[in-house]
Nanobody, 122 residues
Framework: VQLVESGGGLVQAGGSLKLSCAASGDTCIADMGWYRQAPGKGRELVALIAAHGNAYYADSVKGRFTISRDNRKNEMYLQMTSLTRDGTAVYLC??????????????????WGQGTQVTVSS
């Protein structure tokens, strides 16, 4: 499974940005997720989504970020709104092969993208 993120960039605090993750290779992808890693910090879970759409959000982004996916295109998205400077990080796509369950597993999956940089300016 190969994962490629896109959509990162520079955005002002309070602004919005939409990230995409395109999966290729094995076309049966089950759970997917977004993580982020800020400079000097560990990797942090942002959101997860199961194949049929059930999602999980970290408390820090709940109500501001929305995870979604298009299974026909093998793509996943992260719509980020009301961004704060804490959102500055490399955002990484994470995925697992089928089969999956009704709700996404709350653990890191075996496949990772290279990441896309998001920088939130004040």
């Amino acid at each position: 499974v190969q994962l490629v993120e896109s959509g990162g960039g520079l955005v002002q605090a309070g602004g919005s940005l939409k990230l995409s993750c395109a999966a290729s290779g094995d076309t049966c992808i089950a759970d997917m997720g977004w993580y982020r890693q800020a400079p000097g910090k560990g990797r942090e879970l942002v959101a997860l989504i199961a194949a049929h759409g059930n999602a999980y959000y970290a408390d820090s982004v709940k109500g501001r970020f929305t995870i979604s996916r298009d299974n026909r295109k093998n793509e996943m998205y992260l719509q980020m709104t009301s961004l704060t400077r804490d959102g500055t990080a490399v955002y990484l796509c994470n995925a697992d092969k089928c089969p999956g369950l009704e709700y996404p597993g709350r653990y890191e999956y075996p496949y990772w993208g290279q990441g896309t940089q998001v920088t939130v300016s004040s």
